[in-house]
């Protein structure tokens, strides 16, 4: 039996061979990886999660999601792979190793970053369980033979959305967050979006930057995201527009689904305003706190998931494909010119007792509805920054890296890499 994604459909709609909507999220373990282990790891754990092995292919004229009974493949290689094809069983989900370092890829339509957690753990579970002969603790891990809760799957946007409760009303300092406010990166520097993905990675001690957080009323993403607004506003001084960071946030407990494996990011805004110019960096970091606090309320993000829902209704509809994807590909040319850069921040990894095998996290996103996207992990004492952007200069990493060292952050650049990440087809 075949249906229309719902959710997933923005993801799955307007790419035309550009970004995939996908995401390559790098496990980097402290020993060479046993690819027969991982395999079996796999297979197990993923009979916990029999939805999301899925296959996507167009019918009638629109995308349409099956089951796919064909196991998870797990591929002995460090390069991209192409999601939903022969190679990896038509599945949006695949599995790559090389030497120390595990990929989970993944669509973005089948799941988020949540989502991919809860499946990352029970592989973990399985994998060191096996890998090192030890009995695993994991705290709150889905373990093949448990039950399946129907909310794990459910669509939380296909139902109707609750209205808000009130209507937000900005706060005198908040006034600058009306639209046509946003500084346009591209535009201003003159530079040209790429397909490929340009990524730069950067670690620093988890205590260096949460002493920052601490001394400045900042959280990871605000700190980051500020650092960031400090170094685009030094660039353009004269700018008419401000820099303003998009922050992504879970929508699950708001809508009423706190268990789904489907996406549900909205976006906290936050603007580095004029006004915020002469403060010191500890000002700055209290007003961009309250700008996110307010704009990221579960009351606040209702009215965004109602026009999300909007446009996925649309994707559902009997309109023709070649509309559908005139629909999507307008909502992320308008999400990129919304926001100046996106942050995303996951929390600390608790792998409970595989945390003494694992170095680290990185997520490198391939998406269409931003220029920049920056995305933060802590694992084994230390922070990384994910930073990849769709257009060559490094003049704004540059220009954010000057910014840490005026800080008085340390750093270490681990890695820089070209690449248009797992790729996708739809036949």
Not at 154 to 160: A, K, V, Y
Not at 194 to 203: F, M
Request: hydrophobic content about 40%; overall charge negative; aromatic content about 10%.
């Amino acid at each position: 039996m075949s249906e229309k994604p719902f959710s997933g459909s923005i993801f799955y709609y307007g790419l035309d061979g550009a970004q995939a909507s996908t995401v390559r999220y790098t496990v980097r373990m402290k020993d060479p990886v046993d690819g027969e282990v991982l395999d079996r790891a796999v297979q197990k754990a993923f009979t916990r999660y029999p939805y999301l092995k899925k296959h996507l292919k167009y019918e009638g004229g629109s995308i349409v999601i099956e089951d796919n009974p064909a196991p998870i493949v797990v591929l002995h290689t460090p390069d991209t792979v192409t999601l939903n094809a022969p190679e990896t069983n038509g599945h949006l989900i695949a599995i790559s190793w090389d030497d120390c370092t595990i990929w989970f890829n993944n669509s973005h339509g089948i799941m988020d970053g949540r989502g991919r957690a809860n499946v990352l753990h029970t592989i973990m579970y399985y994998y060191c369980s096996e890998r090192y002969s030890e009995d695993v603790t994991m705290e709150g891990v889905l373990l093949a033979g448990t039950p399946v809760d129907p909310l794990e799957y459910e669509d939380p946007l296909s139902p109707e959305i609750r209205d808000s409760d009130f209507k937000m009303k900005l706060k005198p300092g908040l006034k600058a967050m009306a639209p046509g406010r946003t500084l346009d990166l591209l535009k201003a520097s003159g530079f040209k979006r790429t397909v490929k993905g340009h990524t730069h990675v950067v670690s620093l001690h988890e205590k260096e930057l949460m002493r920052i957080c601490k001394l400045d009323d900042a959280t990871p993403n605000t700190a980051i995201s500020l650092l960031i607004m400090r170094a685009v506003d030094r660039l353009y001084p004269e700018a008419s527009k401000s820099p303003v960071a998009a922050v992504c946030v879970d929508m699950r407990e708001a809508l009423g689904h706190p268990k789904t494996h489907l996406s549900t990011t909205s976006y906290g805004k936050m603007i580095f305003d004029r006004e915020m110019r002469g403060m010191d960096f500890s000002e700055q970091s209290t007003i961009l706190r309250g700008q996110l606090m307010l704009t990221s309320s579960p009351e606040a993000i209702i009215p965004v998931a109602k026009s999300l829902r909007k446009i996925m209704a649309l994707n559902c509809s009997g309109i023709c494909a070649g509309i559908k994807n005139s629909i999507v590909k307008a909502a992320n040319a308008f999400l990129r010119k919304d926001a100046s850069f996106m942050v995303s921040y996951s929390g600390k990894s608790t792998y409970g007792s595989c945390d003494s095998h694992i170095h680290g996290f990185v997520s490198t996103p391939f998406v269409s509805e931003a220029n920049i996207i920056v995305e933060i992990t802590v694992a084994d004492g230390l922070f990384y920054i994910c930073w990849t952007q769709f257009f060559e200069e490094s003049l704004f990493f540059d220009e954010f890296i000057a910014e840490m060292e005026l800080l008085g952050l340390q750093y270490k650049l681990v890695d820089s890499y070209v690449t248009d990440g797992p790729k996708m087809q739809i036949q």
